[in-house]
């Protein structure tokens, strides 16, 4: 499931690949026009402006690997066959011509190069696939590889020589059913961080596209199913968040969110734990829901009927349909999770964009079925849309401090925040009222040359317009004589 604008209306579009590509238009208020059915036979896809006319083209896979070029008003012209897969896919520029290339994970990894007017070259297929995909430069050398892992117990490298060729693959052993990639000790290799049930796995890479032998840490729980690797606390230093099927009770009441805070040298702090009171959890997402430009934390109960387990019977069954959202405190920590209802049960995937057109992250599921322990019905989708503020954050400045009395001295307010944000920011020197300054390119200055001889407490006051949060930030303006 993607949210992306396929009509040019600035509204999040929902693009689904399930058996065929459906198009779900936004009527921008949160709600969906009925869905458009494009071809068959289609398990995955990505969005690009594959052919750089401005409108957004989707590429799929399944029993060969299609695009469908965007018309810009929400529909597509007819497929285009440019290859075989059956698997994942990643469209980026492999070769650095400025053409964005398709790479597709699956049986076999196959590579689509591109061409300036959006058609394809030859499919390259360079091996035999290993689960999912990464595309990324994995030893620092500039050039783009591809990674794929971790079917039969592997993971596999290929390292790119710039033009669109790859070397042999390089193979490594993990234990690991899920992983994430990330310079773990800021050597500007890529490591790899992988979980498996049991254990989180450490490979540092050595640079040539193999790992080191694999440090073990705990995971913080119990059936590890997922896991992530970001910045957390704002250090710069990578760190984990994994998730747990179990807290570890007898009755395996509650999944569990484990952080494990990365010290830069490629190891880690212990886990600490966050309760996900879901149901059997299969499906996590980090994602920035608050609109604060940090990361949170997005769990989701089971998926579909005959995957999920009732500790309490042993019976497969389907989760009430409920989504965590743990919040990052943004110093490594999370908040207690808030659950919200999916609208469904069996919560297949969740995605976060904005359908409503109002600048805020809602949160989209993909229910398995709209109700039912067995999960009766067929699959729906549930829009939860945002009804809070967007975070900011306002500093200011001087133009020159100290200054002399009478001379002129301009303040800058400075609001920063995942987006633009609008409304007027009031200067006050003290409880004196300076002036108000419309925002402006999330900027807005103040000059007087009226302040006395002495120290000045000015404080800026963003006044944001719904929904952006109301902040100040204050400084010490010191005046002196002629």
Not at 54 to 69: E, Q, Y
Not at 114 to 142: C, R, Y
Not at 337 to 350: D, K, P, T
């Amino acid at each position: 499931m993607v949210v992306a604008d396929v009509n040019g209306d600035g509204n999040g579009d929902l693009l689904l690949a399930s058996g065929s590509l459906q198009v779900l238009l936004s009527n921008g208020d949160g709600s969906f026009a009925p869905g458009q059915a494009y071809s068959s036979g289609i398990s995955a896809l990505a969005v690009a402006d594959i052919n750089r006319d401005g409108k957004n083209d989707v590429v799929v896979t399944g029993t060969s690997t299609r695009v469908f070029l965007g018309n810009g008003d929400g529909s597509f012209q007819p497929p285009r066959e440019i290859g075989p897969g059956d698997g994942p896919v990643t469209v980026q520029d492999i070769n650095g011509d400025g053409n964005l290339d398709v790479v597709v994970g699956g049986t076999r990894v196959v590579v689509v190069l591109g061409n300036e007017n959006g058609t394809f070259q030859a499919p390259l297929d360079i091996g035999p696939g290993n689960g999912p995909i990464a595309v990324q430069d994995m030893n620092g050398d500039g050039k783009i590889d591809i990674f794929s892992c971790c079917n039969n117990s592997l993971a596999a490298v290929w390292i790119g020589n710039g033009d669109g060729t790859f070397q042999e693959p390089r193979y490594s052993h993990t234990d690991g059913t899920s992983f994430a990639l990330a310079d773990a000790n800021l050597d500007g290799n890529t490591d790899l961080l992988a979980v498996s049930p049991g254990s989180v796995e450490v490979s540092l890479g050595i640079g040539d596209g193999s790992f080191q032998l694999a440090q073990t840490y705990p995971t913080g729980g119990v059936q590890a199913f997922s896991i992530a690797a970001t910045d957390l606390n704002g250090d710069g230093k990578p760190d984990l968040v994994v998730g747990n099927k179990c807290d570890g009770s007898a009755r395996c009441d509650s999944g569990i969110i484990a952080v494990l805070l990365g010290n830069g040298d490629g190891t880690f702090k212990s886990p600490v734990g966050y309760s996900s009171p879901t149901f059997d959890p299969r499906v996590m997402l980090l994602a920035d829901v608050t609109g604060d430009g940090w990361p949170d934390v997005l769990v989701a109960e089971c998926a579909r009927h005959g995957l999920c387990i009732n500790r309490k019977t042993g019976a497969s069954t389907t989760g009430p349909g409920r989504i965590g959202v743990l919040v990052n405190n943004r110093n490594g920590t999370l908040q207690a999770a808030q659950l919200y209802g999916s609208g469904g049960r069996g919560i297949e995937s969740i995605a976060v964009g904005d359908v409503s057109g109002d600048g805020r992250p809602d949160l989209i599921a993909g229910n398995g079925c709209p109700r039912g322990s067995g999960c009766e019905g067929p699959p729906n989708i549930g829009v939860l849309l945002h009804t809070g503020v967007l975070y900011t954050v306002t500093t200011i400045s001087s133009s020159m401090n100290p200054s002399i009395a009478g001379q002129p001295v301009s303040f800058t307010a400075t609001v920063s925040a995942h987006g633009s944000p609008t409304g007027i920011v009031r200067f006050k020197d003290g409880n004196h009222v300076l002036g108000e300054i419309p925002l402006t390119a999330s900027m807005a200055t103040l000059t007087t040359d009226q302040l006395t001889i002495g120290e000045h407490s000015i404080t800026a006051f963003f006044v944001g317009d719904w929904p952006w949060e109301k902040t100040r930030a204050s400084m010490i303006q010191v005046v002196t004589g002629p």
